[in-house]
């Protein structure tokens, strides 16, 4: 079994505190034996990965960071982050000095980021981040290919986008407790796509037989150079479920997750697509799906064994609708190859300083209540506890 251990550095000083974003107690995991049934020998290893939505590092949430440091962002969940064996989040900012705007996309949703920013992500315990989104092209490939080289020096994984397909589609690999887990990630066609046939970049045309993704290539173009290969990995369902297959056949990990970046904007119910690709993944052998974009929560599905969380929300984002500041991270406890136990721990985003922090009282109640009405339009039942959504398996 091939292996990859992750080790996350950070340095500096701490920042001045900020009372609103100040860490608060949240509902911890359990024990070793978490969601084992009592007939489980107590022995079995336990693993715990903590799954979070989009986190946006430019726009004002980087103008926080300048003012405050780079921990500001992520103080008030950084022990529910770094309480988990492992930490995920979907990436939505290249971090870098360099590139060139993608032409023709409005300024205000045109992401780039102080790679100083990162440090705040890797402090926090994030392990892996996925990088298949249609904001990781906003400045070109050179913006891209920095994002690699700092999350690399940080040692943060990533899966999903690379210079050239096979890097994109190549799965983040991280061991934790003597067992192999494997990140594979992929975006779905985004509105961006509108503007990037005179892009050197990576194309992500609007209709499936016209995807060009990590390839390079644009249409009437056969350059093959290293400029135009670079990209993201393009969520079809064909070659991703070959990847899953592939990744199963050769590298054998214990875990194998799947993070997707559809759906549409602002929309709590998902698409035929989501449900489909979601299902494609686990019949092919991953685990769990992990979705984003909405930026709003959307329902949790059990199908059979497998785990399909259709879109996590923001963890860090500063849009202007209310219900993109409602969000939640995910803990998914997996022992003996399997996924034993979904809790949730609901999270406010804080309006102005664009910190999450653990919900409480009937904020946490409503997140909560929310989120299990749209998994049942699924036909699944996620339970609430105080402060916590539990799905048994």
């Not at 251990?5 to 070793?32: F, L, R």
């Not at 705040?120 to 989104?133: E, I, P, R």
């Not at 709590?268 to 690709?277: E, G, L, M, S, T």
Request: proline share 6%; with cysteine.
């Amino acid at each position: 079994m091939a292996m990859v251990v992750v080790t996350v550095v950070a340095a500096c000083a701490y920042p001045s505190s900020d009372s609103a974003s100040a860490a608060i107690p949240y509902p911890k995991a359990e024990t070793a034996k978490a969601g084992l049934p009592a007939s489980e020998p107590v022995s079995e290893r336990t693993l715990t990965l903590l799954a979070c939505g989009d986190i946006l590092l430019a726009r004002t949430p980087g103008k926080r960071v300048s003012e405050r440091g780079f921990r500001f962002l992520f103080q008030g969940v950084r022990d529910l982050v770094s309480d988990a064996d492992i930490a995920f989040a979907n990436l939505e900012t290249p971090v870098s000095y360099l590139g060139e705007p993608y032409p023709g996309k409005p300024v205000n949703v045109t992401f780039r980021a102080d790679p100083a920013t990162l440090f705040g992500l890797a402090w926090a315990g994030f392990d892996v981040v996925s990088l298949a989104n249609n904001h990781m092209n906003d400045y070109g490939p050179a913006a891209l290919a920095e994002t690699l080289e700092y999350l690399d020096l940080l040692g943060v994984a990533r899966a999903g986008a690379g210079l050239d397909l096979e890097e994109a589609g190549r799965p983040a690999l991280i061991e934790r407790n003597g067992e192999l887990v494997a990140i594979l990630a992929y975006a779905e066609p985004m509105w961006s796509a509108v503007e990037a046939k005179s892009a050197r970049f990576a194309v992500v045309a609007t209709r499936a037989e016209t995807r060009l993704s990590a390839t390079g290539q644009r249409p009437g173009d056969g350059s093959t150079g290293d400029v135009d290969r670079a990209g993201i990995a393009p969520a079809l369902i064909p070659a991703m479920v070959a990847d899953v297959r592939r990744v199963r056949e050769t590298l054998d990990p214990d875990y194998l997750f799947v993070s997707v970046h559809w759906g549409d904007e602002h929309q709590h119910i998902p698409r035929a697509f989501q449900r489909n690709f979601g299902r494609a993944a686990i019949d092919a052998g991953a685990i769990a799906v992990l979705g984003h974009h909405p930026h709003v929560l959307q329902s949790v599905e059990r199908y059979r064994d497998g785990l399909i969380l259709h879109s996590m929300g923001n963890f860090v984002f500063d849009m202007a609708a209310d219900h993109t500041y409602e969000t939640a991270a995910f803990r998914v406890i997996l022992a003996g190859g399997r996924i034993r136990r979904l809790e949730v721990v609901p999270i406010r985003i804080t309006r102005g300083l664009y910190t999450p922090v653990p919900a409480r009282g009937t904020d946490a109640e409503g997140i909560l209540r929310d989120l299990a009405a749209r998994s049942a339009y699924v036909g699944t039942r996620l339970e609430v506890e105080e402060y916590l959504g539990i799905l048994d398996f």
